[in-house]
């Protein structure tokens, strides 16, 4: 399933900044709204490697009278506007002189904001280019260094050849100045591409950051990472449709606290890569379980629940229970939690009058036999038993009309809990019966573009590349090439189960992508479960033997 480390190309290690053209841009305006004001003045400036490659500069009749404080402000009043183009005649100058550089302006939002809306008047799509918030990169990059970000504060601050003053240019002047001098400062930090300086203003620059080199040799596509400590043991897997921009994303500001330390911690990333995602998201969860790493949530599980109908017996219930076993009672699961599991017990004993008690004698003294809800238990745990086995439609039905009572009685609070535990069984319904149509299906056989990978009992087990119109011998080597599939159990055990909720889950999302090319039994994936309707997920299954698989 892994495969080899590809070479890098140009492409993959971003635009350096050397090779990048910046064009930085401030305006003038008669307010703050791009929708009720105007421009008054465009200031602009072109720079390759820190040299100017050309400038433009012109006052904009914004249409209407200069308000006194913009005079106060600026110096611009109606009379050095009264011979202005209109900024209908300035755009498409501008459009030409901006091309496809990288917009950088101070607090750019205002600035693009107000380009981009005269744009739409004039007809024109807005601005398309990428944009470098000076403000932003000073934000992070001079955290505590400075009383506030304004741009006359930074220039003096950084000691900037030029100062602003209110008008464009002399103001493009000092952001261009600003701008060299937090490429100086986050260099610092490993910061030598566009598509860093970009991401920057989002990071975290607590040490940290300068770790983004660990990616620089990840392949993209699809694939499994780990981060490594010193020694070179995991601390945490992941896997991803694009190995290197995924690793380079948790540099730049993941608020989580545990990725934080996973990332001081780490010193080292290795990838192996993957054909499909659907072999990275199962090579993931192997690594997870073999690995344990100290990093992973799903790592750190603790043993799964289940929810266990008994209809054998003095010990006949409805109960949470740990270990399932081959004793001809009904189990759901595996569960993540205990809560969820008693959340499932609740919603079943909202819709069937179920025993609470595990002995019949128990029930004398019984509070809930006192307010009659510790009914007799034959038929009610036989309806629970069948909701688990597949056929909800009875619980379903009582738990929509005991919804409806309840609101009738205007008794809303208890209605939203019987729904929400409703929605939560229907969820975990549909899953189960995925996972186990998938595995009752035995050997399934998927064409996902030129691979083809054999499910087997849930698990993948194979997978072959295949070159176009030769799917159907790819699938014959690999059902020749392992043995007989293994023997199905009453319940799924919580690894398989996690592999086949994977593959499962993976073909809900993505199956318009893939073919069955075989199944060794019929398979019927599960729709969604609708209130008080039969679904394709329960109706009953054809005749095994089937050469080919059904997907609803």
């Not at 249409?63 to 009379?79: H, K, N, S, Y």
């Not at 991401?199 to 040799?217: E, H, P, Q, Y």
């Amino acid at each position: 399933m892994a495969g080899v480390l590809a070479q890098r190309t140009f492409e993959d290690l971003g635009t350096p900044l050397a090779a990048v053209t910046f064009c930085v841009v401030d305006l003038e305006t008669t307010g703050g709204s791009p929708a009720t004001c105007g421009i008054t003045e465009i200031g602009a400036l072109k720079v390759r490697r820190g040299e100017v490659t050309g400038t433009f500069h012109t006052l904009v009749d914004p249409g209407t009278p200069v308000p006194a404080f913009v005079r106060l402000l600026t110096g611009i009043d109606d009379a050095m506007l009264s011979d202005a183009p209109g900024v209908e005649a300035v755009l498409p100058s501008f459009l030409e002189f901006a091309g496809g550089a990288v917009l950088v302006a101070h607090n750019a939002r205002f600035d693009v904001g107000f380009l981009d809306a005269a744009l739409r008047r004039a007809g024109y799509p807005a601005l398309a280019n990428r944009v470098v918030d000076t403000a932003a990169l000073a934000r992070k990059v001079l955290a505590g260094e400075v009383p506030d970000h304004r741009l006359a504060t930074l220039a003096r601050h950084l000691r900037c050849a030029h100062q602003p003053c209110h008008r464009a240019f002399q103001d493009v002047l000092a952001t261009t100045d600003v701008l060299h001098a937090l490429i100086e400062r986050v260099a610092g930090f490993g910061v030598t591409t566009l598509e860093d300086l970009v991401a920057v203003s989002a990071a975290r620059l607590d040490g940290t950051f300068a770790k983004i080199s660990l990616a620089d040799d990840l392949p993209r596509g699809p694939g499994v990472y780990r981060f490594v400590d010193a020694r070179g043991a995991t601390l945490y897997v992941g896997k991803a449709a694009d190995v290197r921009a995924r690793v380079r994303s948790y540099f730049y500001g993941d608020a989580r606290r545990r990725m934080r330390d996973l990332l001081r911690e780490a010193q080292g990333v290795r990838a192996e890569t993957h054909a499909t995602t659907l072999e990275a998201e199962v090579a993931e969860a192997r690594a997870i379980a073999r690995e344990t790493p100290p990093y992973n949530r799903s790592g750190k599980r603790a043993p799964a629940w289940y929810v266990k109908v008994s209809l054998r017996g003095r010990g006949a219930k409805v109960a949470p229970t740990r270990t399932p076993k081959d004793d001809r009672a009904v189990y759901l699961g595996p569960l993540p939690s205990l809560r969820v599991a008693r959340a499932l017990v609740d919603c079943l004993r909202d819709a069937l009058p179920l025993h609470r008690c595990a002995a019949p004698e128990r029930c004398r003294g019984c509070a809930f036999a006192e307010l009659g809800t510790c009914a007799e238990r034959g038929e009610p745990l036989r309806a629970a038993a069948a909701a688990l086995a597949g056929d909800p439609r009875p619980v379903v039905a009582a738990l929509h009309e005991r919804m409806a009572r309840l609101a009738r009685d205007e008794r809303f609070e208890e209605a939203a809990e019987v729904r929400d535990r409703a929605a939560l069984l229907a969820r975990t319904l549909v899953r189960a019966a995925e996972v186990r149509a998938l595995v009752d299906a035995g050997d399934v056989v998927l064409a996902l573009g030129r691979r083809v990978v054999l499910v087997r009992a849930g698990s993948v087990a194979a997978a072959l590349d295949c070159a176009p119109g030769d799917e159907r011998a790819a699938c014959d080597a690999l059902l020749a090439g392992t043995g007989p599939a293994p023997r199905a159990h009453a319940h799924v055990d919580a690894a398989r189960h996690r592999e086949a909720a994977i593959v499962a889950s993976w073909v809900r999302r993505e199956g318009a992508g893939a073919r069955v090319l075989y199944a060794q039994r019929a398979w019927v994936m599960p729709s969604a479960l609708a209130p008080c309707a039969p679904t394709r997920a329960f109706r009953p299954a054809p005749r095994p033997g089937f050469p080919a698989a059904a997907r609803g």
